[in-house]
């Protein structure tokens, strides 16, 4: 498991290699292409990472465990809710973030509530609204808390009986 970021990487260089022997300017163009995704998620990588560290500097295991660990009841999944609802970029970059606050206590309910609630974006609200009225608008939300809390309640069990 610890090699796999590894293997993937050479893996792709092997294909490289391959693709070059073949056509070498379909190399260069894949290697443009990645390089303009890398500047294009540069500031969002720089962005989680700046979170982590802070994250790593002020959240302690004590005070994580307190308000998202085992123990927290009510308090943790409405933090959970709300984080997951306000966060911002591509999800796949929360990843990193989440991986490190699991590691110092955070439940795993909790992590599955905060990525579900990602589906509720603040600044498209209004669209919703326009779209498909208050009402459903209202149920739609209403949906998707509650629904996140029974994933992360079904997401705990299933941890507890894997592991």
Partial sequence: ???TGWYFSITVCVIYLITATFNLSKVF???DQFK????KILPVLLLIFILMVVTNYFVNPKTLTKYMGK???????????IAGIISTGPIYMWYPLLNDLQKQGMRTGL?????????????LLPMLIIYF?????????TSIIFVSVA?????????????
């Avoid at 009225?133 to 939300?141: D, K, N, P």
């Fill in 133 to 141: 009225g208050l009402t459903y608008s209202i149920v739609l939300l």
């Fill in 29 to 31: 163009f894949a290697l």
């Fill in 36 to 39: 303009m995704i890398i500047l």
């Fill in 1 to 3: 498991m610890a090699y």
């Fill in 71 to 81: 123990n927290s009841g009510i308090k943790g999944w409405i933090i959970a809710i």
């Fill in 111 to 123: 992590i599955a509530t905060f990525l579900y609630n990602r589906a509720v974006k603040i600044p």
């Fill in 151 to 163: 994933q992360g309640i079904a997401t705990e069990k299933i941890m507890e009986i894997i592991e």
